[in-house]
Nanobody, 120 residues
């Protein structure tokens, strides 16, 4: 019903920056929350950042001041600007969107994941 496609991951040196993008397509009536999660090897998936339909944002303590989440309503896209990257930010990053389809049913969709590796 609602598909998410991520882009922007890659290999970056410590202190560097990356920008992730996630575009939604399909039977979208509304997008309420957009979020980014990550999962490192051997660890559980954790919330990185989330943005509501009213632009309220929330961040994991570990990324506050370094990462910024934003959304483009016209493009049904969410971004994650990641600055001052650290090796511990290495993980697969997943986007998530929650909303309502054109058939007025709820959806909770996930992207396929994009690898971010921070290493010298």
């Amino acid at each position: 019903q609602v598909q998410l496609v991520e882009s922007g991951g890659g290999l970056v040196q410590p202190g560097g920056s990356l920008r992730l993008s996630c575009a939604a397509s399909g039977s979208i009536f509304s997008i309420n929350t957009m979020g980014w999660y990550r999962q490192a090897p051997g660890k559980q998936r954790e919330l990185v950042a989330i943005i509501s339909s009213t632009e309220i944002t929330n961040y994991a303590d570990s990324v506050k001041g370094r990462f910024a989440i934003s959304r483009d309503r016209a493009k049904n896209t969410v971004y994650l600007q990641m600055n001052s990257l650290k090796p511990e930010d290495t993980a697969v990053y997943y986007c998530n969107m929650v909303g309502v389809t054109t058939r007025y049913s709820p959806y909770n969709s996930w992207g396929q994941g994009t690898q971010v590796t921070v290493s010298s």
